[in-house]
Nanobody, 122 residues
Framework: QLQASGGGLVQTGGSLRLSCAAR????????MAWFRQGPGKEREFVAA???????HYSDSVKGRFTISRDKVKNTVYLQMDSLKPEDTAIYYC??????????????????WGQGTQVTVSS
């Protein structure tokens, strides 16, 4: 139900914009989030935007990444600027009804996209 795209290879300091498109109506009322999983690492929270509009970022991306949402297009975006090699990972979008205290938690999300690879070269 979720289709992530926009990944690729970029140099340190570059930018990428990820998109996550959902079938019409499937994410109505849901919060959306991005997680990532680097080589040999566990999946970790990156950013979330609740249905109410509240936004949350991990400390590692705050000030560099921007999450946004187009409710008409049923699409969530992740603008990634000032990319670093440590941002290299597979990025997953997810949808769920997370509350403020649980937006960073994987079990809060019911639907997941297939992932898109982001590689940042040094």
């Amino acid at each position: 139900q979720l289709q992530a795209s926009g990944g690729g290879l970029v140099q340190t300091g570059g930018s990428l914009r990820l998109s996550c498109a959902a079938r019409e109506g499937t994410i109505s009322g849901y919060g959306m989030a991005w997680f990532r999983q680097g080589p040999g690492k566990e999946r970790e929270f990156v950013a979330a935007i609740r249905w109410s509009g509240g936004i949350h970022y991990s400390d590692s991306v705050k000030g560099r990444f921007t999450i946004s949402r187009d409710k008409v297009k049923n699409t969530v975006y992740l603008q990634m600027d000032s990319l670093k090699p440590e941002d290299t990972a597979i990025y997953y979008c997810a949808a769920g009804r997370a509350i403020v205290s649980s937006v960073t938690m994987i079990p809060s999300y019911y639907y997941w996209g297939q992932g898109t690879q982001v590689t940042v070269s040094s």
